[in-house]
C-alpha cells in the first residue's frame, strides 16, 4: 500500500487540502481563524475549506468573515471561507464553498442545491447518516451535489461510514473526507488532494478563485494518511479500520 498522496482528476498539480473546519465564527466553536491557519500550515496543508454554521450569519457578517478569513491567510496556508447551511429543524446540512452570496438561514435545501449551482458554488452533503439526514434525499439532489461527505471525524470517527460510501456509490457522487473540526478531538490525518490549475507545485499557495474552480472541476480525491481513500475502503485495511473505529466506540460506551 503507497503512502504517496494520490493525484485528483482535473489539471494542475495537487496541493493539500482540509475540509469542513469551523472557528470562533460559528456558535458552538471556539478557534480564531489565526489558530486555524497556524495548525494545518504546521501539518502541511495549502488549503482549508472553512465551513461555518449559517445560523447567525447574515450578507453583512457573510462579507466580513470573507475579509477575515482573507486577512488570517498566510503565504502557506488559504482559509477558504464556506457556509453550513442546516435545514429548518437542523437535520440535513449542506457545506457550500465559491463566489456566492449568502443564501439564507434556514433554506429548503432543494432550493438551495440549485441556488448555489446557478451561482457558480460547490455544495457538499456533509455526514449523511447523521440523524438519519439521508432519509430526506429527494431524487432532484443529485443533480446538484458536488461530493458527499464518506468519512466525518466528528459523527464517523476513525473509520468511513460504509452506508455514506454506499449511497455516494449509488450515485456515482464524489467523495468527501471532512474533520468537521469544532474542538482538537476531530484533528486526524484526513484530507483532500486539490488539483489547482494555475499553481507551480503542491508547495504553492492557491487563491481562491483557484479552489473554487478545482471544486466546480471535480479536482479533488479524498485521502487518509496520505494514502487514496479506495485503498482504504475494501480489503483488510477495511476491516482493521472497523475493528478500530468499534474498539473506539466501546471503549467511549464505557468511559461514559
Not at 470562533?24 to 495549502?46: K, M, N, Q, V, Y
Not at 429543524?89 to 452570496?101: A, L
Not at 457538499?124 to 471525524?153: I, K, M
Not at 482538537?184 to 503542491?202: C, N
Request: net charge neutral; hydrophobic share 40%; glycine share 8%.
Amino acid at each position: 500500500m503507497s503512502g504517496t498522496s494520490p493525484e485528483p482528476p482535473g489539471r494542475g498539480p495537487a496541493v493539500k487540502a482540509v475540509a469542513h473546519v469551523h472557528s470562533e465564527w460559528s456558535d458552538d466553536a471556539s478557534w480564531p481563524l489565526s489558530r486555524i491557519a497556524a495548525t494545518f500550515s504546521r501539518r502541511g496543508c495549502r488549503v482549508v475549506l472553512m465551513s461555518e454554521h449559517s445560523r447567525g450569519f447574515t450578507p453583512a457578517k457573510w462579507d466580513d468573515y470573507r475579509q477575515a478569513c482573507a486577512d488570517a491567510s498566510t503565504d502557506r496556508v488559504r482559509l477558504v471561507p464556506g457556509i453550513e447551511y442546516g435545514d429548518e429543524d437542523n437535520v440535513v446540512h449542506i457545506p457550500v464553498w465559491g463566489d456566492v452570496p449568502f443564501f439564507g438561514d434556514p433554506p429548503d435545501i432543494g432550493g438551495l442545491l440549485k441556488q448555489a449551482t446557478a451561482a457558480g458554488g460547490t455544495a457538499v452533503w456533509a455526514h449523511p447518516w447523521r440523524r438519519a439526514a439521508w432519509r430526506r434525499c429527494e431524487p432532484s439532489w443529485w443533480e446538484h451535489l458536488g461530493a458527499v461527505e464518506v468519512w466525518n471525524r466528528k459523527y464517523d470517527g476513525i473509520a468511513p461510514n460504509p452506508d455514506s460510501l454506499a449511497l455516494a456509490r449509488q450515485h456515482t457522487a464524489a467523495q468527501f473526507v471532512a474533520l468537521d473540526l469544532h474542538t482538537r478531538r476531530q484533528l486526524f490525518p484526513l484530507s483532500m488532494s486539490l488539483s489547482v490549475p494555475g499553481t507551480a507545485d503542491h508547495r504553492t499557495v492557491p487563491d481562491c478563485d483557484q479552489v473554487y474552480r478545482a471544486l466546480q472541476d471535480g479536482g479533488f480525491a479524498a485521502q487518509a494518511f496520505g494514502i487514496a481513500l479506495d485503498q482504504l475502503t475494501a480489503g483488510p485495511a477495511a476491516h482493521v479500520l472497523r475493528l478500530l473505529e468499534g474498539s473506539r466506540r466501546a471503549a467511549a460506551r464505557v468511559l461514559h
